[in-house]
Nanobody
Framework: QVQLVESGGGLVQAGGSLRLSCSASGRTFSRYAMGWFRQAPGKEREFVAAISWGGGRTDYHDSVKGRFTISRDFGKNTVYLQIVSPEPEDTAVYYC????????????????WGQGTQVTVSS
């Protein structure tokens, strides 16, 4: 099976920047799509961003467009989420996920999930 581990979370001031990382370990698929999700206190987990196997296709939740960027490093089996100009509303636990098909990631039907990393944005 595939294990996903997130890192890079922490406390950041509004207007600052942060980069989250998700590294795959164990047995991995040669091709899979990746995504980021988040869950704030008292709310359901929501989609944040997705990237295709080749990296040529991406999607973002409307609330993060222009501020968040998803990318991947094929040599390291790692996907990143660059957060620029975060707002207090972005505070949540961020989860990394993977699936064989892009649409599965986009709609949270993922095969593998990480344990999450906390992002807290202060004003």
């Amino acid at each position: 099976q595939v294990q996903l581990v997130e890192s890079g979370g922490g406390l950041v001031q509004a207007g600052g920047s942060l980069r989250l990382s998700c590294s795959a370990s164990g047995r991995t698929f040669s091709r899979y799509a990746m995504g980021w999700f988040r869950q704030a206190p008292g709310k359901e987990r929501e989609f944040v961003a997705a990237i295709s196997w080749g990296g040529g296709r991406t999607d973002y939740h409307d609330s993060v467009k222009g501020r968040f960027t998803i990318s991947r490093d094929f040599g390291k089996n790692t996907v990143y989420l660059q957060i620029v100009s975060p707002e207090p509303e972005d505070t949540a636990v961020y989860y990394c996920a993977a699936a064989n098909e892009y649409d599965s990631v986009r709609y949270a039907a993922c095969d593998y999930w990480g344990q999450g990393t906390q992002v807290t944005v202060s004003s």
